[in-house]
C-alpha cells in the first residue's frame, strides 16, 4: 500500500489515514487505490471491528485533487466510487474523524461513514455548484438524508461551508471536541464498540443503513432475514454467559 | 432366512477403544487419533479392514470442544474433524459428515447411514466418534504443549454445533452448564411429583446401582473397580462431592475419559459380495426422534415428553413392545435422562433386563457426543450372541432436548425411511405458559437448582417460577451476595415457600417473602 494512505490496526480498531498533506489531502489515484485496499483489509480481517477515517496534518480532506484530474487522472474506483468508498462503503462500522475542512468530495467521504466526530474548527461543505460543477460522489443523494431539507437545499444550492456547532446542533455529527483532539475521542467511540458483539455490530449497522430503502409493509421480514443469525450465534451464547459468570466476553464474530 | 432386498441396510462391523492413564500401552491419543483407532477396529470387526475402499462415506459425531464457544480446549483442534479420522484410516470417501453437537447423534447417523443405502446415495457408511477429555486433562497438568491442530480441505457436510438449547435469559442467568440445567429439570419433576428432597435421593440411587453394577463387569467402563449400593451414589462424602442441587458427583455422566466407538453400516448387496456371514448382520427394525424447545419454554420444566414420543414411535415402527426388548439402553447423563424415558413407556428403575448395556454415563463413561455410539456397539455385539433378540438404544442430546431411539436385531427386516415429521408436529401443538423477561412481584417455585464450589459451598441459586398475579413463568437468580436466601436450599425448606422477584440490569433477583433469618 502506497504512503498516500496510512493504516494502522490496535486493538480490534482500524485507523486509516488519508496522508498527501501537501495537497490538503486531496484524492488522487493512488489514494483511493489505498482507501479501497484499506476497506477490503477491514471487512475481511476477523480480528478488525471498527475503523477510523481521517487526515494527516489537521485537515480531513479537501476533494478530488484538480492537479491530477486535469492530467486525465480520476481518482474513482469501479464499483467503488470517488476515493474508492463513497459508492461502496463497508460492512463493518467506519468513522470519520475531522480536524480542518471537508470539503466537497472530502465532505462526502465524511457523510459515507457511519459516525463522524470533529473538531469544533472543523467545516463541512460541497462548494461545487460555485465553480459550475455539482457534488456527485454522494453529497447530494446523502444530504436529504442526514440533514433538514431545507438545509441539505441551502447546502447544496450555495456551496457555503457549515460549521462544527451547527453541523452538531443538526445531528450531522456526533461530537465536536477541542482541535486536535478528533482523532482520540473518534477512538474512544471505537473502542466501545470494538468491545461489542461483533456480528451484533455488523448485522446491526447492515439493518440501519439498508432499511432505509424498506416499506413498512416489509421491514420487519426484511430485518428478520438479517439479524437471524446473530440470535443463534456463538456468540451470542458467549455474550450471556460472560453476563452469567461477570467476564468480559471473549467474541468469535459467529 | 427371509428374503430381504439388496439395499436393506445392515450393521456388519462394531467397535469400541479405551485408553487410561495407567494402561501401559498409553498412547495419549488425540480426538481425532482415538476415534481412528475405533474406526479401524471396526473395519477388522467388519472383516473390511482390506478392502475399505469400499467406505464411501465418514460420518463423525462432534467433540465436546466443538460443539459451544466456551469450550475450546488447550491443544488446537483439526478444521475437519472427519477427514482427519479419514486421513488415519488412509481412506477418501466420497462423503464425509460432520455431525451437529448432541447425544442423540449417533442413533441419527445411524438412522442416516440406513438411509443413504436404502436410496442408493451409499453402499459402505463408517460411523464413529470419540473424545479424549482424560487425556486432555492430564497433558495439561503435565503442562504439555502437545499440537493437536491439523487440517484439511477436502469436502465435508459441516452441521455445526447446535447453540439453541438454551435461551438467553437462561444463560444469563447462571444455568450455564449442563448439570445446572438438568437440576432445575430434576427438582422440577420432584417438586411436581411432591417428593421430599430426601426421599427423591434415594431414588436416584436406585435407579443408578443397577447401572453401576454393569459398569463395574464392563472392562471398557471407567468405573470397573467398585459396584455402588443406592446409599453410595447419594452420600456426599469424600469423592462424592455436592456438584450442583440435587446431583452429587457420581449421578453425573463422567467426561473425563478417553473413548471411542465405531460402526459399520453397508447394503446388503455388498454384505453378500463380501461374504459377511449372516450371523453377523444386525438389522435397524424401528427408529424415531423428536425435540423440544428450550426448558422455560416448555409446558412442564420436568418433563421432556419428546422421549416417550419417540420410544413409543420406534417400538411402533418395529412392530413391537417393551417386552419384546430384551436389551436396553437409555441415556443416563442424569437421573431425569432416564426417568423422564422410563416412566413415559411404563418400565420401571429395577426392570429385570437392566436399563443399560454399557454402565451408563457416570460409570461406564459419558464420552461427550458420542456415549450412544459405544451404547450401540455393545448392543450391536449383544445382539450377535443373542440371535433373534431384540434391543433398544434410546439417546439423548442436549438438555432433554432431543430424543433419538433404535430398535435392534439380527432378526432380518425390510427397510423404510422415516423421518418423524409428524412427531415434531405433535410436539409443536403444546402450550407453554407465557414467559416474562422482566418479572416483579410474588411468585411460586417451579424448579430451582443450586452451583457449588469445589468445598462444597453454594455459590449462586437460579429459580424458574411463576408469578402468583399473572401466571407467567420467569427466571432468577441470587449469587453469594444472598448468603441467607441460598440457606434456604442447603436446608432444603425451599419447596413451598413464595418468592418476591424484582428485575434489574444486572438480571432478575429474588428473595424469600417469609425469609425469616435462621442465625
Not at chain 1, 461483533?198 to 443503513?209: D, E, M
Not at chain 2, 470387526?45 to 460420518?59: E, F, Q, S, V, W
Request: some cysteine; aromatic content about 6%; proline content about 6%.
Amino acid at each position: 500500500m502506497s504512503d498516500v494512505v496510512i493504516t494502522e490496526v490496535n486493538d480490534g480498531v482500524m485507523t486509516i489515514t488519508l496522508n498527501r498533506p501537501e495537497a490538503k489531502n486531496a484524492v488522487n489515484l493512488a489514494m483511493a487505490e489505498g482507501v479501497a485496499a484499506a476497506i477490503d483489509e477491514l471487512d475481511s480481517n476477523d480480528e478488525i471491528r471498527v475503523a477510523i477515517l481521517t487526515g494527516s496534518n489537521n485537515t480531513f480532506c479537501s476533494g478530488m485533487d484538480l492537479k491530477a484530474f486535469v492530467s486525465g487522472e480520476v481518482p474513482y474506483i469501479k464499483g467503488r466510487g470517488f476515493a474508492g468508498l463513497t459508492e461502496s462503503p463497508p460492512a463493518k462500522p467506519l468513522i470519520a474523524a475531522v480536524e480542518g475542512y471537508a470539503l466537497a468530495g472530502g465532505c462526502e467521504l465524511a457523510m459515507v461513514c457511519d459516525l463522524i466526530i470533529a473538531a469544533d474548527t472543523a467545516k463541512f461543505g460541497v462548494p461545487e455548484v460555485k465553480r459550475g460543477l455539482a457534488a456527485a460522489a454522494g453529497g447530494l443523494l446523502r444530504f436529504p438524508r442526514q440533514l433538514p431539507y431545507r438545509v441539505a437545499m441551502e447546502l447544496a444550492l450555495t456551496g457555503d461551508f457549515m460549521d462544527a456547532g451547527r453541523a452538531r446542533d443538526l445531528g450531522f455529527i456526533n461530537e465536536t471536541v477541542p482541535a486536535g483532539e478528533a482523532v482520540s475521542a473518534a477512538q474512544a467511540l471505537a473502542a466501545k464498540i470494538a468491545g461489542n458483539g461483533p456480528l451484533a455490530v455488523k448485522l446491526s449497522k447492515q439493518v440501519v443503513r439498508d432499511s432505509q430503502d424498506w416499506s413498512t409493509d416489509e421491514m420487519f421480514g426484511r430485518q428478520q432475514d438479517i439479524l437471524q443469525p446473530v440470535f443463534v450465534s456463538e456468540d451470542a451464547m458467549e455474550g450471556a454467559i460472560a453476563f452469567a459468570e461477570k467476564r468480559a466476553p471473549n467474541w468469535k464474530g459467529r | 432366512m427371509p428374503f430381504v432386498a439388496a439395499n436393506t441396510p445392515v450393521i456388519v462391523g462394531a467397535s469400541q477403544f479405551t485408553e487410561r492413564i495407567n494402561d501401559p500401552d498409553y498412547a495419549m491419543l488425540s480426538p481425532v487419533a482415538i476415534t481412528a483407532r475405533a474406526a479401524e477396529l471396526a473395519l477388522a470387526d467388519a472383516g473390511m479392514a482390506d478392502c475399505r475402499a469400499h467406505i464411501d462415506t465418514l460420518m463423525t459425531t462432534r467433540i465436546f470442544e466443538d460443539s459451544a464457544p466456551h469450550l475450546e480446549g488447550p491443544f488446537g483442534r483439526s478444521n475437519n474433524f472427519p477427514r482427519s479420522v479419514c486421513q488415519r484410516l488412509g481412506m477418501t470417501p466420497e462423503t464425509a459428515i460432520w455431525a451437529t453437537s448432541g447425544g442423540d447423534t449417533p442413533q441419527k447417523l445411524v438412522t442416516e447411514a440406513c438411509d443413504r443405502i436404502w436410496q442408493g446415495d451409499s453402499k459402505a457408511v463408517l460411523v464413529s466418534g470419540g473424545e479424549a477429555l482424560s487425556t486432555t486433562r492430564f497433558l495439561q497438568k503435565q503442562g504439555s504443549d502437545v499440537d493437536w491442530s491439523e487440517g484439511s480441505n477436502e469436502s465435508v457436510v459441516d452441521r455445526k454445533p447446535t447453540l439453541d438449547y438454551a435461551t438467553h435469559d437462561e444463560l444469563m442467568h447462571g444455568l450455564v452448564s449442563p448439570p445446572l440445567f438438568y437440576g432445575i429439570m430434576e427438582n422440577a419433576r420432584r417438586i411436581a411429583a411432591g417428593v421430599d428432597v430426601k426421599t427423591w435421593a434415594d431414588q436416584m440411587g436406585a435407579l443408578f446401582a443397577p447401572f453401576a453394577a454393569v459398569a463395574s463387569k464392563n472392562p471398557l467402563a471407567a468405573q470397573r473397580d467398585r459396584a455402588f449400593s443406592p446409599a453410595d451414589l447419594v452420600t456426599i462424602e469424600t469423592g462424592n462431592r455436592r456438584v450442583v442441587d440435587a446431583y452429587p458427583q457420581r449421578l453425573v455422566a463422567r467426561d473425563q475419559v478417553n473413548q471411542s466407538a465405531a460402526l459399520v453400516v453397508i447394503s446388503t448387496a455388498l454384505a453378500d459380495e463380501l461374504n459377511i456371514p449372516t450371523e453377523n448382520r444386525v438389522y435397524l427394525h424401528g427408529q424415531a426422534t423428536a425435540g423440544e424447545l428450550p426448558i422455560t419454554l416448555r409446558p412442564e420444566l420436568g418433563q421432556a415428553p419428546s422421549a416417550g414420543l419417540a420410544l413409543r414411535r420406534a417400538l411402533e415402527r418395529a412392530n413391537c413392545n417393551t417386552d419384546d426388548i430384551s436389551y436396553f439402553d437409555f441415556y443416563s447423563c442424569f437421573p431425569i435422562a432416564v426417568s423422564n424415558a422410563i416412566d413415559a413407556i411404563g418400565l420401571s428403575g429395577d426392570d429385570p433386563r437392566g436399563l443399560t448395556v454399557t454402565g451408563g454415563l457416570p460409570f461406564f463413561g459419558g464420552p461427550g457426543n458420542s456415549y450412544s455410539m459405544h451404547a450401540l456397539a455393545e448392543m450391536v455385539t449383544c445382539l450377535r450372541v443373542n440371535p433373534g433378540k431384540f434391543g433398544l438404544v434410546a439417546a439423548n442430546g442436549g438438555l432433554l432436548s432431543k430424543y433419538a431411539a433404535g430398535i435392534y436385531a439380527t432378526t432380518p427386516a425390510a427397510y423404510e425411511p422415516y423421518d418423524s415429521a409428524d412427531l415434531q408436529e405433535e410436539m409443536s401443538k403444546q402450550t407453554a405458559p407465557d414467559f416474562e423477561k422482566n418479572p416483579s412481584g410474588e411468585g411460586r417455585l417451579e424448579a430451582y437448582t443450586v452451583a457449588y464450589d469445589r468445598d462444597g459451598q453454594p455459590k449462586a441459586a437460579t429459580i424458574v417460577g411463576r408469578l402468583l398475579a399473572s401466571d407467567a413463568r420467569f427466571i432468577a437468580k441470587v449469587g453469594r451476595d444472598a448468603p441467607t436466601v441460598l440457606d434456604v436450599f442447603s436446608r432444603d425448606e425451599a419447596d413451598d415457600r413464595s418468592v418476591m422477584v424484582t428485575p434489574s440490569e444486572l438480571g432478575n433477583s429474588f428473595i424469600f417473602c417469609d425469609a425469616v433469618t435462621h442465625e
